[in-house]
C-alpha cells in the first residue's frame, strides 16, 4: 500500500518474463489503464520491463492498480492500492447564506494554495416560537 499526496507522481516498474509473446495490461479499480496526458503505460518485450507512470496524481488516481501478464500456458497479476491524500483544505467556515430562519455554513476550498469556490458544508435552520413572539 502507497500513500501519496495530490500531485506527487505515481510509479511503478516491474521486470517480466516468460515464454512469449507475453500480454501485460494495467488496470484501476478494475479498468484498464492506457496512455494519456498524464499516464505513461509502457511494456519493452526485448527488456521485460512493464511500467506505468501518473506525472501528477489526482483524486481520480486512488485505488487498486493492478499489473496482468499472460502468455498461452495462463496469467498472473500483482495488486497495490494506492490512497491519494487532497489538497483541498478547509481552513475555517463562514456563514455564507442568511435565509430568514435558515443560516448556510460553508467553507473555503483551497487548491494549490489558490481560493478557487465556496463549498456549503451544512444548512442551520430553525422555526419560530409561535408561542412567544
Excluded at 501528477?56 to 491524500?85: K, P, R, W
Excluded at 430562519?101 to 463549498?119: A, R
Amino acid at each position: 500500500m502507497q500513500t501519496i499526496n495530490q500531485g506527487q507522481k505515481i510509479e511503478f516498474a516491474v521486470k517480466v518474463g516468460g515464454p512469449k509473446p507475453l500480454t501485460v495490461t494495467w488496470y484501476l479499480n478494475g479498468t484498464k489503464l492506457k496512455s494519456s496526458k498524464n499516464r505513461k503505460v509502457t511494456y519493452s518485450s526485448s527488456q521485460g520491463d512493464a511500467k506505468m507512470l501518473v506525472m501528477e496524481s489526482d483524486a481520480e488516481d486512488h485505488g487498486e492498480y493492478t499489473l496482468e501478464v499472460s502468455n498461452q500456458f495462463g496469467q498472473v497479476t500483482q495488486t497495490c492500492m494506492v490512497t491519494v491524500i487532497s489538497k483541498f483544505l478547509y481552513p475555517f467556515a463562514l456563514i455564507t447564506k442568511n435565509h430568514g430562519s435558515c443560516i448556510i455554513v460553508s467553507s473555503l476550498g483551497l487548491f494549490s494554495d489558490k481560493l478557487t469556490t465556496t463549498y456549503d458544508m451544512f444548512a442551520l435552520c430553525w422555526t419560530p416560537d409561535l408561542e412567544n413572539p
